[in-house]
Structures are given as structure tokens and as C-alpha cells.
């Protein structure tokens, strides 16, 4: 066995940080988040706290090159608790200077005092989701904010010193149009962020969307319709012709960016490096172990931090493949023939046979400087593409 | 074992229209008779297969014997064999009741006579048998005891006045019936000493013991060690065990002499070499003649079964030869479609039998099937006098070979409260059917008399019946014969690539219907691909239908959040199952359920 060989030059390890709460839960959101009293949220950073010192002892050789806080909404808590959380993440894991260091935020939650308190703590990017420049369609999604309180806090956010800044957008509304989301585009392109992230809305189940629009949804005419089909694929390749010519570049399926403003953290996931998630119901990836933290709140507050883990699987070579690949392909790049060689000592064509041959041959798939990747065509389909890549 | 006297056996059977209570009457019997305390009776014992359970009727004749102390003071043994109400299922009752002497007719006390009453008892009485009436379910409000005895002799013509008032659910009068068996069903006859003579009335598949005979003894003895011979397959060995049937056991005894009803086992592995309806005889002293058996049955409505894994065809092969042991009735030989690989074009008595047989081939035999649209047979009179017996729409000549084309028609009667005679006529009327006449059997009943194709109640005719009756009405039928018609091959071409398995035979006048339906429900079953599939319904060269399946042209899972990948691989995983669950047809991928939706065009 070839163990390890050349499987890192150094030993990366990226940070993600889970706030559970929100002020409402938005109607289209699964996540893990919900409404708190006070109370839970301080209980919350205690046992947080306790988390990161106890992973903090475990990965002492590792560098930590980014930290992401996500939610729910990071910025419900405090300025002061935010920065007490990064400054201990800073002061017990190795964290390297120049690393991203990034908080999510709603555009409701964000004044000017706690975006400069936020910025002087250490946090030094912002990913703010906006979703539509439309009031009638944030309210219709459930969003607590307006379009005027996010342009106030986008400006905020500069004036602060973030000089790298996301923007989340949303196409496939109820009651947007083409005409409305390319507005948004506009509107979000004229405030020169470095990146957006442009996601298709998905009726999960489990939401308030899901009982309005979902698959056993009662027809009710008080709530606006989903664009059609066609109107829905007009969205969808207007993000991609209105960005690029923009001057962003997509980079990821629904991720686009100036030139390397890409987000690492992120990026880390499609490439399988070592991620540790703290906090509830996080994820971790760590030399091909994955896990999870609980995701009930009880059990995250009472359970000692080495036993809320949970669905701990060590992954088998062949999983390590699969993910290898269908992780992989979600970047625009592709994959590193060469990569999967050196990491599994065989070929994608050897694993793989005739299927990189099949989709190369119906336009779904290219190869590009020894990488596999997806075509635009291919995008708009990858689901059916990457299945192909499990056993 | 003690010399068993004839006069004291009573072979029998118990014969009524589905629903009658004829099963929970069997089970009266067993548990009055002893053979089962009523704890450990479970309820339907004789319906032992889950299928039957579940759908409450019996499909497969069974039997059992208990003894019976009678008010006489002597114990008599009774047999009791079990019968299959549906029309598909006659065959069965047919075997069952050549192993009879007498049968019981079970009528529902409110519902009276009901189509398959008649074709149950007609069949009875062409058998020979004694048959005495029974008046059940006497509990309901509705019951009308007088009316029905009055029916049955007037209808039937066989006296009712003191037929036995029951309730086999409640356990009410069963003692009359009881005896009413010692009365009225005649003893056996035949001799022990005579050379062996016993019929062949099922016979079933034991891993450990081989084939086992279920037999009536007409003449002769037969005990471990004889050396048996069935006189149509000329198979000839030695008996491992004979015994007698408990109530869903084997019990042996040593041995079986003219009159009784009981089992052989022969480590007979060839489940061939033991056909239904054939005589066993003793080798070395044998009868002279057979016994006369079973008119043989034909198939009436075929399709094709596929395994969903091509690799599971041995299987297939496996669990219809065991199958046809237990159910002569079924039929089948091998076929390929491009379609759908290697299978068998299977013959079966009606839908329900096909529908059962799948059912038990997926359940029993743990297999995945492909089932095509069901078909009649054909025949086809070709330019040049051949005729050709078409049970596979694929195979029907090229139209300039065809002089014509004759279906099989079925004499129906059809029992319906008279309210609801109007919308049954109109049903007929949409099945092409030939209107021979009404009878009324009494102010509010009457009895249709229809010539039906029999293609167009193959499908869901039952159904639409019980629809539009909401319940009341009842049908029968049987085989008229052939005629000639005006028929068409309907073909299905998806991405311009006929289907094989997708074909099938209908009458010209309805051949633009069924093509509009066919194109508009695989639309709904082919999941949509890279490119746009048209889907085509033609006869000859003429496209008469057609739908689109529009081009896929999303399929993105957008977010995968904090690095959570499990929901993603999830949902991966489920479209790669999905995707083994197709059959690859040019390069289209249609799901197996498309297959057999056919079956289902008329339900909406």
C-alpha cells in the first residue's frame, strides 16, 4: 500500500464554526437553525467554547488556513461574543495570518458598530445573503430584511474594511420573473462585490415552501406561483451570461468570483481536505473520517463533546473514489486525472470504464490539461453525470 | 391402521359465487368437526397462501380431512376440498370436483343467486355430483331466506325448502350442515381389491420429498413401497409415503384404498413427469384404462414476463416449472424481445390468474418482473390457407400477407340489479358487444346476455363493471368461439424506434383511443433525458398519436451546505438506483413499471 504518498504537501486544516439561530426561519430554509430564547444562545457559546478548546488539544500540528462562521445567522449574537469565539479559535488552534476568515450575515443583523467591532476582531470576509433586491419577493421568501438595509449594510461593511465580500442571490422565486432577477443581477453587479454566490431555489422538504409548492402542496391561490420551466431556465443562463461578462468567473455550479477571490473555504469541501465543524450539527472530514456533531440542542448541552459525534465512517476506497470524483466535478476545473492516480494508484479510466468515454461523447463531460470536467451542458445536468461515479 | 368402512367417507366439496362465505364455512366445518380446537383455528385455514389471505378468496383448491361423530352414533370421515370461486379459476374447481362425490352450494341469504352460483353449480352437476343448498349469512338485515331457497329451485332447479340456514361466520346452523353432509353426499364406491385407479387432482413441490401427489383413490390400494405408474407420462416409482391431509399438514398413514383422498410422495424430482388429471395405477398390476381426467384447459389471455435483471432468466425458468406443478393452468415458452431480453410468453385462464401468478412469482419466488400487455389469441388466415395461432402481437405477418383475422368472442352473462341495466348496457355497447338478450329473474334482477370480444374484457371490464353497478353486478363467462374482425397492430415507437414489448393487437375502430391513451401515459412514465423523446403510437406506417417527453435540462443540486456531503451522496445513490431499473431501449431508457402501464390504460 501506498500509503499517504503525496497526498498533502502540508498539513491544512480548515475551521467551520455553527450558529444555530435566527430571528425567523426563512420559508425555503432546511438548515439547521431555529428561534432561541437568550438563555440557550449564552448556554450555547459555553459549550461551543468547550468544543473548540477539546478539538483545539486533538489538532495541534494542523494549520489552519481558513475558519468560516455559517448558520443560520452568525450575527444574531453579539459583536463582543463573535470575537470572543474567533479569538479563542485563534489563540488555541494555529491559525496563519493570511488566512479567510469568514462570517455570514443578514443584512438585518448587521450595524455599522458590530461590522467594524467584527472586522477589527479578525474576520475579514463577509458573505451577506441578499437573495433578491425585490421587498415584495424577500418578504415572500420570509426574509426579516429590506433591499435598503442591505445596501446600507454593504456599504457599512466597505466603510468597515471588508475589502472581500459575498453576495447571495436566488433565482426560481415565487412571483419573480426574468425581468425581476435580471434587476437583482444589476443592482448586486453595481455594488462591485468579489464574489456571488446564485443558487436555484429547491423546495426542501420539511419547510413552510415545502407544504406551499412541494409535491403534495393543495393548490392555493393567495400564494404567487413558481416561474415556469422556461422562465426558470431563462434565470438560470442569465446568471451565467450576465456574470461572466461581468467579469466574474464561475467557478463552482452555482459559485462565481473575481479573479482569486474564490472562496477557500468552500473550495476545500469539493477538494476533500481536512475540515473539522464545531457546533451543532456540524461536519467534519479528516484524513477519510467523516462525522457529524448531534443535531439536537439537548444532547449538544449535555453530552460530553466526545459523545454527541454521531454516523462516524471511516471511508472505504472505493467511497473515497466516489467523492473524489462527484466532489470534484462540482468545481468548474474538474478533477486531476493525475490527482486520482497518485491518491488510489489506478486510473479514473481504470476505475471507471467507458464512462468518462460515454458523457465525453455526448457533450457532457470535457477534458482540459490532463483534468475531467463537466461542459455547460453538463452543469445543467451534473446530477445525472455524477451518479454515474458511485458504485 | 384399522380397515376404514366407504360408508362411513364423505368426499366434498363447497362450490358458491365469490364472497359467499364459502371459505369461513370450510372453516366451520373443520372446527365443529374437532380436527382443530378454536384457539388454534386461524382464521381461513384452508386459505393458506398469503395472497389468498390478504385478497379473501382462494385460489388454489385445498384440502383437508377431519372426522365427523354424528347424530347416529357412528364417525364419519370427511374430505373436504376447497374451491376457487373466480370464473378465471374454473379449472380448479373443476379438478377439485372430479375428486367429489357431492358438493355444497353456499348462497348469500340477501344477495341471492349470483353469475358464478350458476357456472359453479353447472359444473358441479356435470360432474355427477350430488348437490345440496345452503343458505348463509342469515344474520343480515337483508337477508331474505325465503326468496333465495325460492330462486335456487326455480333458477337451479334442485329443492331448497329444506336447505340448512346458516351463518358460517357466527357459527350459527352449522350443526344442520353437518349433517346434511352425512345425509345427502353419497358414500364412495369402488373396491380395494381392484387394480389401482387414482386421479391426479393437484399435486405440489416439497424440496426434501419431491413431488407430492394429491389423489383420489377410485379403485385399489395403494401403500409405501408400491410401485406406481402414471399412465400418461409413463413415470414409473416406488412410494416413499402415502397419507392424508390435516388442516395444513401431512399426516401419513399406511394406506390409501379406493374412496379416500390423500397424498403419494415418490422421490419424484421431474415435476413433469406427474401431470394433473392423469391416473396413477400400480406397475406391476395395472387397470386397464385411465380414468377419463380433465378436459384441458386453454389459455386465454397471454403476455410476455421478463426478469427486471437479464441475469435472473434461470430463475424465471426455475419458479415457472414449479409453479405449473401447483397450476397446471399456467402455460408458457421461451421468447426474446429486444426490448426487454429473455422471457417467457406466458398463457393464462384470465387477468386475475395472470395477475396472481406475477404476484406469486415476485413474492413466493422473490423475483422482479416485466410484465407486457396482455393478449388473446389470434388467429390469423394468411393468402396462402395457413393459419397462424398469434399469442404474441410482435409476431403477427406482415398486413399484405393477411387475408383476415378472427378473435375469440366469449358468451357473457352479466346479473345486475335492474336500476343500473342502463349504464351496464352502455358498458357492453363500448366493448363492442352484441346484445343476445334479458332475462329477469325477478322484479329488480335480470340477466344480461352479451357476445363480448374477449380482448376487451381482458383488461379491466371487472372493474368497470363493479364501477358502474357500485358492486351489484356479477359476470360470467365462457368461449364462444372465433370470429372475424377488423383488427390492427398497434405499434409504439419511442425516439422513433419501435417497441416490441410495447405492441399489441386492437380493433381498427378503437385503435386511435387506445393510441392516444398509450402515447399520453408513457409521457407520464418516461422520465425526461438529455434530448427530446417523441413517443409515437402507428398502425402499419401511419403515425396515429403522438406525444413529447421534453429534454432534461436541469438537474443540478445547487446547495450542499458546511460541508455536509451525506444528503448530496443520498440523493446520488437514489438516481443510480433508479437508473438500474430501466431498460435500455436504442438510446432511450424506459422504466420497467412503463412496460406495464399499458395494463392500466383504462382506469382513469
Known sequence: MEEKKGCREQRQLSIYVHIPFCRQKCYYCDFLSARVQEQTKKDYLIKLKEEIRCAADKYQDEIADTVFFGGGTPTLLQAEELSDLLYLIKTSFHVTENAEITIEANPGTISREKLNHLRQAGFNRLSIGLQSTNDRELKELGRIHTYDEFVEGYHAARTAGFDNVNVDVMSALPGQTSDSYCDTLMKVLALHPEHISAYSLIIEEGTLFWDRYGDNAKVLEKYPALPTEEEERKMYQMTDTILEKAGYHRYEISNYALKDKECKHNNGYWERKNYIGLGLGASSLYENTRWKNTDTMEAYLTLATEQFVCDKTVLKKEEQMEEFMFLGLRLTQGVSMEKFQTEFGRTIQEVYPGIVEKYIGNGLLNVQNERILLSKKGIDVSNLVMSEFLF | ?604
Open chain 2, 1 to 604: 391402521m384399522a380397515h376404514i368402512d366407504k360408508s362411513k367417507i364423505r368426499n366434498f366439496c363447497i362450490v358458491a359465487h365469490i364472497d359467499h362465505g364459502k371459505s369461513t364455512l370450510a372453516d366451520r366445518i373443520i372446527e365443529k368437526t374437532g380436527l382443530l380446537t378454536s384457539r388454534e383455528m386461524q382464521a381461513q385455514v384452508l386459505d393458506n397462501m398469503d395472497l389468498e389471505r390478504e385478497r379473501g378468496i382462494t385460489i388454489k383448491a385445498q384440502s383437508v380431512r377431519t372426522v365427523y361423530k354424528a347424530k347416529d352414533g357412528e364417525e364419519y370421515i370427511f374430505n373436504l376440498i376447497d374451491t376457487p370461486g373466480h370464473v378465471d379459476f374454473n379449472y380448479e374447481v373443476s379438478r377439485s370436483l372430479a375428486a367429489c362425490d357431492g358438493a355444497i352450494l353456499v348462497v348469500d341469504a340477501a344477495q341471492g343467486i349470483e353469475a358464478q352460483t350458476l357456472a359453479n353449480v353447472y359444473l358441479a352437476l356435470d360432474h355427477n355430483l350430488d348437490v345440496f343448498p345452503v343458505i348463509n349469512k342469515i344474520d343480515l338485515p337483508s337477508a331474505e331466506p325465503d326468496r333465495v331457497k325460492e330462486e335456487i329451485e326455480d333458477v337451479i332447479g334442485i329443492e331448497a325448502h329444506d336447505a340448512p340456514l346458516i351463518s358460517a361466520k357466527n357459527g350459527l346452523g352449522i350443526e344442520d350442515v353437518l349433517e346434511a353432509i352425512v345425509a345427502k353426499i353419497p358414500a364412495p364406491g369402488g373396491s380395494d381389491d381392484n387394480p389401482l385407479q387414482a386421479l391426479i387432482f393437484d399435486s405440489i413441490y416439497d424440496s426434501y420429498k419431491g413431488v407430492i401427489i394429491f389423489c383420489r383413490i377410485m379403485e385399489g390400494t395403494v401403500r409405501k413401497g408400491t410401485k406406481i405408474k402414471m399412465m400418461a407420462t409413463g413415470a414409473t416409482a416406488d412410494v416413499v409415503e402415502a397419507g392424508y391431509f390435516g388442516a395444513g399438514q401431512f399426516i401419513p398413514c399406511e394406506e390409501l384404498s379406493a374412496g379416500m383422498v390423500g397424498y403419494l410422495t415418490a422421490s419424484i424430482k421431474n415435476v413433469k413427469d406427474t401431470a394433473v388429471g392423469d391416473t396413477v395405477t400400480d406397475a406391476d398390476r395395472p387397470c386397464k384404462d385411465p380414468l377419463p381426467g380433465y378436459k384441458k384447459v386453454n389459455s386465454m389471455v397471454y403476455c410476455g414476463m421478463y426478469p427486471a435483471d437479464g441475469a435472473k432468466y434461470p430463475d424465471l425458468r426455475d419458479a415457472l416449472e414449479k409453479l405449473q406443478l401447483n397450476d397446471a393452468s399456467l402455460n408458457y415458452e421461451p421468447e426474446t424481445s429486444v426490448a426487454l431480453g429473455f422471457g417467457y410468453r406466458c398463457g393464462f385462464l384470465g387477468l386475475l390468474h395472470l395477475e396472481i401468478i406475477q404476484e406469486r412469482l415476485e413474492r413466493e419466488y422473490n423475483l422482479d418482473l416485466v410484465t407486457t400487455a396482455p393478449s388473446v389469441i389470434y388467429k390469423v388466415h394468411k393468402n396462402n390457407g395457413d393459419v397462424i395461432e398469434l399469442t404474441n402481437p410482435t409476431n403477427l405477418p406482415d398486413p399484405s400477407e393477411i387475408e383476415y383475422m378472427e378473435e375469440p368472442i366469449v358468451s357473457a352473462e352479466i346479473m345486475v340489479t335492474t336500476e343500473y341495466i342502463g349504464s351496464i348496457m352502455e358498458l357492453c355497447q363500448e366493448r363492442r358487444g352484441v346484445y343476445l338478450g334479458m332475462e329477469y329473474m325477478e322484479a329488480t334482477r335480470a340477466t344480461l346476455r352479451y357476445e363480448l370480444p374477449l380482448n376487451e374484457i381482458i383488461y379491466d371490464f371487472f372493474d368497470a363493471l363493479k364501477s358502474r353497478s357500485k358492486g351489484y353486478a356479477s359476470f360470467d363467462y365462457s368461449i364462444k368461439g372465433y370470429s372475424r374482425s377488423d383488427l390492427v397492430k398497434l405499434d409504439i415507437l419511442i425516439n422513433r424506434e419501435e417497441v416490441d414489448a410495447l405492441s399489441f393487437i386492437v380493433h381498427k375502430d378503437t385503435s386511435y383511443e387506445r393510441g392516444r391513451k398509450m402515447c399520453e401515459k408513457l409521457k407520464d412514465e418516461i422520465p425526461r433525458q438529455l434530448f427530446e423523446i417523441p413517443i409515437q403510437a402507428a398502425v402499419g406506417s401511419k403515425v396515429i398519436a403522438r406525444e413529447t417527453v421534453k429534454a432534461m435540462r436541469k438537474d443540478v443540486l445547487a446547495k450542499c451546505y458546511g460541508g455536509d456531503i451525506t444528503r448530496k451522496k443520498k440523493l446520488l445513490e437514489k438516481q443510480k438506483e433508479g437508473k438500474k431499473r430501466m431498460r435500455q431501449v436504442g438510446n432511450v431508457e424506459i422504466p420497467q413499471k412503463a412496460f406495464m402501464s399499458v395494463l392500466k390504460l383504462d382506469s382513469d
